[in-house]
């Protein structure tokens, strides 16, 4: 078959891997504006090595916006074969070919939620939800991370929902557990930031403007809507964590990168004049919607009520833990565990009730057994024991109270207990 154009993504020199993230995105995005409207495309992956889903998931959805419009994009996925599967657990070849992508929650060691689409607010809570709940089990998170997660995934997806145009969102979370990052991104191919800004602001005159109004604190189209901080707490919140933030709507892309000087800033970018160093608009090829690229780091405590100008949240953790005294945390075997009879169901366990020690330092732990007649010694050395050793069986017992064990259970623990505490 004859295309209008090839493109082939970061194809790298001889000795650099090849690459797909939120450049080779802008990338994609540039080749395409050169384009004649509705050309046939040939997108060739075939040299990619590793992708990202802050270029993989607005591509997709870049993709399947161009076909909807009349366009012809075919793929070559990549020939590396664990890549090429990646692709097909992660929802991006699914939505390369334009396949429905149904909501699926995390497996149990993934790293990722797969990408998936949504257009309303009965489809985007249980995504939510599951992906919170997903990553609590599986990665330590530090005091604060997990509501900062919360809020921006709320406000950030439903962003779409309330000022796109009626148009889906693409939604995908990705863990970098060795770099202690966790990566959000939300797409939309509705009408951009600066039309929807424009129902209320009319001045506006270009996206660049419109990107920095944006994430002032109450900045919205309509107020009867929404009050206008999603975007900037979401900025807020990446600041004070030393994140990374790219917002990228029209012609405009926002991005805030801690720790680069201007000098080091290599990418056409230049910072306006009322924003602070850190700060980067660009002016760039036009992307017909808005996408919007977190990434907090996870291994530094964060104060979310400071962030957001001294506003505290509500977590899902807190409602679904927390008793109604405030005092106590509760955590329900039997309603949390999969299974009762090896380490790799009790694993996601302990790391839950970890984060939950680091989300709420003030209030004692209830760990409640009640319902579970029996668990294996290695479930219980994985979750209890090692929990206790890695605290130090003092402070365990200070914060944490067993409840709801039967004979049997306190035996295997009473016994695996002493003996990890001897290893």
Same mark, same amino acid.
């Given at each position: ?18 690459i797909?993230?939120?450049?080779e ?7 395409v ?14 040299t ?17 916006h161009l076909?909807?419009?009349?366009w012809?994009?075919?793929?070559v &996925?990549?020939d +590396?074969?664990?890549?090429? /599967?990646?692709?097909? $657990?992660? #929802?991006? !070849?699914?939505? *390369?070919q334009?396949? @429905? ?14 990408l998936t689409?949504?257009?309303s ?5 249980p ?9 609590s ?7 604060g ?13 439903d962003?779409?929902l309330n ?7 693409w939604l ?31 001045? &506006?005159k270009? +996206?660049?403007?419109?990107? /920095?109004m944006?994430? $002032?604190k #109450?900045? !919205?189209?309509? *107020?009867?809507?929404? @009050? ?26 926002l991005?805030?990168?801690?720790n ?10 230049f ?15 036009f992307f ?6 977190l ?5 530094r405590?964060?104060d ?12 899902m ?7 109604e005294s405030?005092q ?25 009730v970890?984060n ?9 732990l209830?760990?409640d057994?009640?319902g ?22 003092a402070?365990?017992?200070?914060r944490?109270n ?6 049997f259970?306190?035996r ?6 002493e003996q990890?505490?001897?290893?």
């Open positions: 078959m004859s295309y209008d154009s090839e493109i082939v993504l970061r194809r790298g020199a001889k000795n650099d891997k090849p797909i993230g939120f450049a995105f802008q990338e994609f995005v540039e080749r504006d050169r384009l004649p409207d509705k050309s046939k495309v040939l997108l060739d992956l075939s990619v090595r590793f992708a990202h889903p802050s270029g993989m998931a607005p591509i997709v959805a870049y993709v399947r076909h909807e419009n009349g012809q994009v075919d793929m &996925l990549p +590396d074969e664990f890549l090429s /599967e990646y692709f097909t $657990k992660a #929802g991006w !070849t699914d939505g *390369l334009g396949i @429905q992508i149904p909501h699926r929650a995390g497996r149990p060691n993934d790293t990722f939620i797969p689409t949504y257009k607010h009965e489809e985007l809570n995504i939510i939800n599951d992906a919170l709940r997903h990553f089990r599986l990665f330590s998170f530090q005091k991370v997990l509501d900062a997660l919360e809020w921006v995934l709320n406000e950030v997806a962003n779409v000022h796109a145009g009626g148009v889906q969102g995908q979370l990705s863990q970098q557990p060795k770099k202690h990052l966790v990566e959000v991104v939300v797409v939309d191919c509705g009408r951009g930031i600066l039309s929807s800004l424009r129902e209320g602001h009319a001045h &506006l270009s +996206d660049a403007e419109a990107l /920095e944006a994430v $002032k #109450g900045v !919205t189209r309509d *107020l009867n809507i929404g @009050q206008g901080n999603g975007l900037a707490g979401s900025l807020r919140i990446a600041m004070a964590a030393e994140g990374f933030v790219n917002l990228y709507s029209g012609k405009g892309l991005r805030y990168l801690p680069i000087s201007r000098q080091n800033f290599n990418h056409s970018g910072p306006h004049r009322s924003m602070a160093q850190n700060f980067f608009l660009e002016a760039v090829p017909h919607g808005t996408v919007v690229s990434t907090l780091p996870t291994s405590e964060l979310v009520a400071h962030a957001l100008w001294g506003r505290s949240t509500t977590s953790f807190e409602n679904d833990y927390v008793s405030g106590e945390i509760n955590y329900r075997v039997a309603e949390e565990a999969t299974g009762f009879g090896n380490r790799a169901s009790a694993r996601p366990l302990r790391v839950a970890e939950l020690l680091n989300q709420f330092p003030n209030q004692r209830i760990i057994f009640s579970v007649n029996m668990i294996s010694a290695s479930f219980a050395d994985e979750f209890v024991a090692r929990l206790a050793k890695s605290m130090g069986v402070s365990f017992f200070q944490v067993l409840k709801g064990m039967n004979e259970l306190t295997t623990l009473d016994a695996v207990m990890r505490l001897k290893s």
